[in-house]
């Protein structure tokens, strides 16, 4: 069985940088395209970015909004994919979720909480 | 972009009823060369991530109840509760993997 595992929310200042994990058990991740979808507070679901299996390349792609901003890694050896948030704004308050992606994103995490508030 | 707009945004259905929820992509994700339509059907209730329930806009998931059933090629698309639950109160959304960025709809909440 597929699970995903993120940490690393919390509050943050805008402007500020947080890194969050997603832990994978039961699938090697660098097999796998990852992508990162967000939800704000009620609102509904936005894809985020992704990074594509290792033999697809390892290349990631970006939403528009995070662009320049965000960015996707693996480490091969801890089986973890991250997402390093920088120049944060309030509007990227969210729950963020890993995903795995193949005939659209088939296994979830349970989400990541990050609260950008000065 | 391709945009994808749901419809209605919420509907309440009695228990035993239909409920069907319309998707509307703004370009075709009909992929020629496979005859597929890149097109995902999500539940997801409260406190919880998403659920795959349809991929390749008809074939359920492994584990999802038949009542579930998803339908349309192109640019329209259909997902019917047939029989409505109580556990099935959640907000469904429609997903287009076709191209990237990986847009959704808005989601609609279906309620008893």
């Known amino acids: 069985e597929v699970q995903l595992v993120e940490s690393g929310g919390g509050l943050v200042k805008p402007g500020g940088s947080l890194r969050l994990s997603c832990a994978g058990s039961g699938i090697t991740l660098s097999n796998a395209w990852m992508s990162w979808v967000r939800q704000a507070p009620g609102k509904g679901l936005e894809w985020v970015g992704r990074i594509k299996s290792k033999i697809a390349g390892g290349t990631t792609d970006y939403a528009a909004p995070v662009k320049g901003r965000f960015t996707i890694s693996r480490d091969d050896s801890k089986n973890t994919v991250y997402l390093q948030m920088s120049s944060l704004k309030i509007e990227d308050t969210a729950v963020y979720y890993c995903?795995?992606?193949?005939?659209?994103?088939?296994?979830w995490g349970q989400g990541a909480l990050v609260t950008v508030t000065s | 972009d391709i945009v994808m707009t749901q419809s209605p945004d919420s509907l309440a259905v009695s228990l035993g009823e239909r409920a069907t929820i319309n998707c509307k992509s703004s370009q075709s994700v009909l992929y020629s060369s496979n005859n597929k339509d890149y097109l995902a059907w999500y539940q997801q209730k409260p406190g919880q991530p998403p659920k795959l329930l349809i991929y390749w806009a008809s074939t359920r998931e492994s584990g999802v109840p038949d009542r579930f059933s998803g339908s349309g090629s192109g640019t329209d698309f259909t997902l019917t509760i047939s029989g409505l639950q109580a556990e099935d109160v959640a907000v469904y959304y429609c997903?287009?993997?076709?191209?990237?960025?990986?847009?959704f709809g808005q989601g609609t909440k279906v309620e008893i």
């Open positions: 995903t795995t992606e193949d005939v659209g994103f088939e296994s």
């Open positions: 997903l287009q993997y076709y191209s990237t960025p990986r847009t």
